[in-house]
C-alpha cells in the first residue's frame, strides 16, 4: 500500500486551495460593501481606553455560507 498522494489529487487540492484563497481575497476586498462587522447582532462595547467587539452575527453567516459551500464541494454519494 503506498501513502504518496496521486498527482490528480495533488492536482485538484491545489484548484480548491486557489479558488478558496481568491474568495477570501474578494470578501476582505468587499467586506465594507457587504457590511460585515456590523451585522445585526454584532457586539461592540467601548469605554475609556478600552473596546470589545463579538462579532456573533457575523460568525453565524459566515458558518452557515461555509457549512453549504463545503458541503456542495465534498459531497459523496
Not at 1 to 12: A, E, F, I
Not at 21 to 49: E, K, M, N, Q
Amino acid at each position: 500500500m503506498s501513502l504518496q498522494p496521486s498527482p490528480d489529487n495533488v492536482g485538484r487540492l491545489l484548484i480548491v486551495a486557489g479558488i478558496a484563497l481568491v474568495l477570501v481575497g474578494l470578501l476582505f476586498t468587499f467586506a465594507r460593501a457587504l457590511r460585515f462587522g456590523s451585522l445585526p447582532g454584532d457586539i461592540h462595547l467601548a469605554g475609556r481606553g478600552w473596546q470589545v467587539w463579538l462579532p456573533l452575527g457575523t460568525s453565524i453567516v459566515l458558518s452557515l455560507v461555509l457549512t453549504l459551500v463545503l458541503n456542495l464541494l465534498f459531497r459523496r454519494r
